[in-house]
């Protein structure tokens, strides 16, 4: 209770600085007074930098409304509830302020001398102000000597006839006029800036020439003598013709970079009547030294015969967000000096050896998001240059055209097998394909080069002959998350999947379905400083499972038990959240150490918390005492277990009703461990019986591999002495030089029970369903169920009944099916544990156990 009560009071404490905080106030500083009501200025101290009164009912601004702040650097006064009058030299008690933010506020009287005074100002904001032409062309910005950025963004302003005063603005910079209509700009109105370079002029979304015929002969070119480093008219409805118009017209201006996205040249997909950019398009930019063109987000379906022709100084082409198909011959002749070409988003389904001709300087080419299936294998080869290709989102089958690419994107393809091909690289990208065999991975690790390796959600679950892992691979992060490695490692095999990896430094294995980490897997990782097996099923982990040098280890749902603190002492961090921990008094060094270390313990504490028993649920290990374990041990754990026992099946009753199939196998581990502390003393005292054999296992030696992990790992004492069964099976217990139906003899009649592991193997192969036979006519001689059948893959009904005596067993006994779902793996062997123990008296006849659940399970 007390824990509790101090838990609540940490959450009140924590969060009392921001109670304190007051929103109509200043601290000296920064005068914050959003919503606060205000008709006029607050009195606020002289020490002022930042005023803050948007969003207030301020009706007019004096030249007494301020207080002298000569402090003062910005001023917000934007987004009031009512309209604005602002009169003569209305901040001229500001004399240092650098912003000046009027932004959202219907000004309904501007007086021409209303910015007077402001030497200092830096950035005027007047966007939707409810401005017109009038604030361009009477000089309400004179002698603003600092002005640099000034935004017009959303108002009325049809003409951009400025005013003289304009050429004076010695300091503008950037001027934007987003999203007011002014159809038409020329040469006279934008006198005022000629032989100025502007960082910025934005007529996006204006109109601009494609309302009205422009007679470009009158008009003349609106940048005459300006050098603009960027100019943006996207959005303005621009065709081909226009854009030709246009670029004819403006000849010799400079224009660094050309933003125009959201324009509607080219026909999009399906259609005709609307014409792709040619040759002509672009050519008046010639002299113009174009270093970025953007024409993404258009209708561009084909790039034609030399488009670009003239861009010679391009740097950067983005064609993104179009439509395109179809690449003609030479579309990108002449641009010796591009480096980038984005061709993001758009509909290209192949590509050919002669696409990119004429980029001798590409470097980063972005293929991303079209629907590329095939490449022609020379494709990118004559790219000297190209050290970054993004094919991400594409449908790509074979990665065969991929030479000498420092950094490559293949994310989002369907990669099901990688070619042999030579490749040399830094950084690979391959997430999200569909990569099954590890030799794709062994494979990828010998790329010389290699630093990044990305393979997060493939199928990498198979492993058939690995090649020899060599030394000294170069290899530093590696991302394995949601693959299937469980499946790999069970086989026994690629438990070398790391060897070599000498410099590797991190490592990603979240959601691979791990309930074990093969022995010395991570030896070979001496420079490895951060692992996560985030997300897998590993109950327990040993010291010496864990990578020599590792830092930061994020083991965060799992199943962990009762980790052992020893484990986690060597790291500097380490995510334990969320996993299954049993608080009974084997935890109690595990929290202790929780409680004292130094070891960085990430996420919140009541994200560690206790999964049994039932009362303890959800409980945080921070606030349980262990003193009661320390002093009465003993007396306390008998306690525990049979508290256990009692809500342990309980628990797992309801679960399995209502959980059965989500959670089944990772609640009954819990409960088997729960189990095997309670009766670690039973079994091992189990009475001895007068069979030799507690089964006999009668499998196809084409299966033996699978059978002594699935099956003999777990259950046979030779193998591990936390096993409880001693089996018999031919490759192990037959005497060597006997006749083999001699043998099969002896082990079925030498076992209290016999298991056949029916498998397409085994119905192929005539001494398993001799030794089925004898099986089945000792458990008839016997009256009893000594026979135990479990159908292993997918045998249909039929399959099984070609064979007389396993039909004769089929038809009148129930058999056992292995499980598809891994999880239900251990709640399948503990089920057949219990009926190899199971004794039965030889009066009751064909009684075949109760397996009907287990079949219907499966
Ligand atoms: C502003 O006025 C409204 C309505 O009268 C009131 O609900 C609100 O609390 C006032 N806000 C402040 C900060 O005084
Ligand atoms: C602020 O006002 C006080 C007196 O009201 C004056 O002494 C002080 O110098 C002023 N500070 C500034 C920075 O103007
Ligand atoms: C482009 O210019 C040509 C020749 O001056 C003219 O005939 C045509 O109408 C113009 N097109 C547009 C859309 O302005
Ligand atoms: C290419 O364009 C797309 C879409 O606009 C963008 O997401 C991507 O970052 C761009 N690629 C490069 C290399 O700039
Ligand atoms: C591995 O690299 C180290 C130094 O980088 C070198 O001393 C050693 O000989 C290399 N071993 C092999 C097998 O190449
Ligand atoms: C934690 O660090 C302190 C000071 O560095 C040291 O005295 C103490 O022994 C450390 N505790 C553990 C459990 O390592
Ligand atoms: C944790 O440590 C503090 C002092 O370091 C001690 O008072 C407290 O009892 C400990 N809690 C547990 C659960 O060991």
Redesign the pocket.
């Known amino acids: 209770m007390g824990d509790h009560l101090d838990l609540l009071l940490g959450v009140v404490l924590m969060s009392s600085p921001v109670l304190g905080f007051s929103p109509c106030s200043s601290n000296g500083l920064i005068a914050v007074y959003y919503f606060c009501n205000l008709t006029e200025v607050p009195q606020v ?3 002022t930098e930042r005023l803050l009164l948007s969003f207030n009912y301020i009706k007019s601004i004096t030249a007494t409304s301020f207080p ?1 702040l ?2 003062l650097l910005l001023l917000e006064i934007g987004a009031q509830f009512t309209p604005l009058t602002i009169d003569q030299e209305a901040f001229r008690n500001l004399p240092n302020l650098r912003i000046l933010d009027l932004g959202k506020t219907q000004i309904d009287f501007l007086h021409l001398d209303a910015f007077q005074g402001l030497p200092r100002l830096f950035e005027l904001r007047l966007f939707s102000c409810g401005l017109s032409d009038a604030v361009l062309k009477n000089g309400y910005f004179r002698n603003l000597e600092s002005l640099s950025r000034l935004d017009l963004s959303f108002n009325h302003i049809h003409s951009l006839a400025l005013h003289p005063s304009f050429r004076e603005l010695n300091s503008l910079e950037s001027v934007d006029f987003f999203l007011n209509q002014i159809p038409i700009v020329c040469e006279p109105e934008l006198q005022p800036l000629q032989g100025k370079r502007l960082s910025l002029l934005r007529l996006a979304s204006t109109t601009l020439y494609s309302r009205v015929s422009v007679d470009w002969e009158r008009c003349m070119n609106p940048f005459r003598n300006m050098v603009l480093d960027t100019l943006d008219v996207s959005g303005n409805g621009w065709t081909v013709d226009i854009m030709r118009n246009f670029s004819n017209a403006i000849t010799g201006s400079q224009i660094f970079s050309l933003v125009l996205t959201h324009h509607i040249m080219g026909p999009g997909f399906g259609f005709q009547n609307i014409k792709d950019p040619d040759q002509n398009t672009f050519a008046g930019l010639a002299r113009s030294s174009v270093r970025r063109l953007d024409l993404s987000s258009g209708f561009i379906f084909s790039l034609s015969y030399r488009l670009f022709e003239a861009l010679e100084e391009l740097k950067l082409l983005s064609v993104a967000q179009n439509k395109i198909n179809k690449i003609a011959d030479e579309a990108f002749y002449g641009l010796n000096n591009l480096q980038v070409l984005n061709m993001s988003f758009n509909l290209l389904g192949e590509l050919y050896n002669s696409n990119f001709y004429g980029l001798p300087n590409v470097a980063y080419i972005d293929l991303q998001k079209n629907h590329i299936g095939v490449i022609q294998e020379n494709t990118f080869r004559s790219l000297g240059k190209l050290s970054t290709l993004d094919l991400r989102d594409n449908a790509l089958k074979t990665i065969n055209f991929i030479s000498s690419i420092s950094t490559i994107y293949l994310g989002g393809n369907k990669l099901v097998t990688l070619p042999n091909i030579p490749l040399t690289a830094n950084f690979i990208q391959l997430s999200e394909n569909k990569l099954e065999n590890l030799n794709n991975l062994y494979f990828l690790l010998q790329v010389p080069h290699l630093q990044i390796l990305i393979l997060n959600q493939n199928r990498l679950s198979f492993c058939a002959q690995p090649p020899v892992p060599s030394e000294n691979l170069s290899l530093e992060q590696l991302y394995l998350g949601e693959n299937m490695l469980q499946l790999a490692w069970e086989t026994g095999s690629c438990w070398d999947v790391f060897k070599g990896l000498s410099r590797l430094q991190v490592l990603y294995l979240h959601n691979n379905y791990l309930s074990f980490l093969p022995p010395g897997v991570f030896s070979y990782l001496i420079a490895l400083k951060t692992l996560s097996l985030n997300s897998n099923r590993l109950t327990v982990l040993s010291l010496g499972d864990l990578p020599p040098n590792l830092e930061i280890l994020d083991v965060s749902r799992n199943q962990l038990l009762a980790p052992d603190p020893h484990v986690f002492a060597p790291l500097s961090v380490v995510d334990i959240t969320h996993n299954k921990f049993i608080c009974e008094c084997e935890l109690s060094t595990f929290i202790k150490w929780l409680n004292q270390t130094n070891v960085t313990i990430i996420g919140s504490p009541d994200d560690i918390y206790c999964l049994y028993p039932n009362w303890l649920l959800g409980t945080p290990l921070y606030s349980l005492s262990t003193e009661d374990c320390d002093e009465e041990e003993s007396l306390k754990s008998l306690k525990f277990s049979l508290f256990i026992l009692f809500t342990v099946t309980l628990t797992l009753f309801l679960m399995t009703v209502f959980v059965v199939t989500k959670f089944r196998g990772s609640c009954f581990l819990c409960y088997k461990t729960a189990e095997r502390l309670l009766l670690k003393d039973q079994t091992q005292t189990r009475e001895p019986d007068t069979y030799r054999y507690d089964a006999y296992l009668c499998f196809s030696s084409k299966d033996f591999e699978w059978v002594q992990n699935a099956l003999l790992k777990h259950l046979d004492t030779q193998y591990s002495n936390r096993n409880r069964f001693n089996l018999c099976f031919e490759e192990r217990d037959f005497m060597p030089g006997e006749d083999l139906i001699a043998n099969i003899h002896t082990a079925v009649w030498n076992s209290r029970k016999i298991i056949c592991l029916v498998s397409r193997h085994f119905l192929q192969d005539g001494w398993c369903l001799e030794a089925f036979s004898c099986a089945r006519s000792r458990s008839l001689a016997d009256l009893n169920s000594t026979l135990i059948m479990v159908v292993v893959g997918s045998l249909s009904q039929y399959q099984l009944m070609k064979h007389a005596s396993v039909r004769g067993f089929v038809q009148k006994q129930q058999y056992l099916r292995w499980p598809e779902d891994l999880q239900d793996v251990d709640w399948f062997l503990s089920k057949l544990s219990r009926h190899i123990l199971k004794k039965e008296k030889k009066k009751e006849q064909d009684t075949s156990i109760p397996l009907q659940t287990v079949a219907s399970i499966s």
């Open positions: 101290p002289n020490t002298f000569e402090q």
